[in-house]
């Protein structure tokens, strides 16, 4: 379970976020976001965009420095934000759409 969904974090492009449900609903495990996080645990050492993935609404939720360091990493892959929340509308991640070949 953890596997795929690392799997699907590795999906997120630079520039798109996605929150926990949705990251769960699109590795198959619908209702599951807390496994997601469990699955980010590691997220450093397993090369995931940990960074992009994000709390319902497009919160935030890591605590200090770990906050910081996720805001500054979008903001530098040029996410929007409305506030102290990501901007879903411009930036969420769409698993089911299939990515445009150049």
């Known amino acids: 379970m953890l596997e795929k969904i690392r799997s699907t974090i590795r999906k997120i492009p630079r520039?798109?976020?996605?929150?926990?449900g949705q990251v769960a609903e699109a590795a198959g495990?619908?209702?599951c976001a807390r496994?997601?996080?469990?699955?980010?645990?590691?997220?450093?050492?397993?090369?995931?965009?940990?960074?992009?993935?994000?709390?319902a609404g497009g919160h935030i939720r890591?605590?200090?420095e770990a906050g910081l360091e996720q805001r500054m990493r979008l903001r530098g892959e040029g996410?929007?934000?409305?506030?102290?929340?990501v901007d879903l509308a411009a930036?969420?991640?769409?698993?089911k759409r299939k990515p445009r070949r150049a």
């Open 35 to 55: 496994q997601v996080v469990w699955a980010l645990q590691d997220g450093e050492r397993q090369a995931l965009p940990w960074h992009r993935v994000l709390a």
């Open 79 to 85: 996410v929007a934000f409305k506030g102290a929340r």
């Open 15 to 20: 520039g798109k976020v996605a929150t926990y």
């Open 29 to 31: 495990f619908p209702g």
């Open 91 to 95: 930036c969420q991640f769409d698993f």
């Open 62 to 64: 890591l605590p200090g």
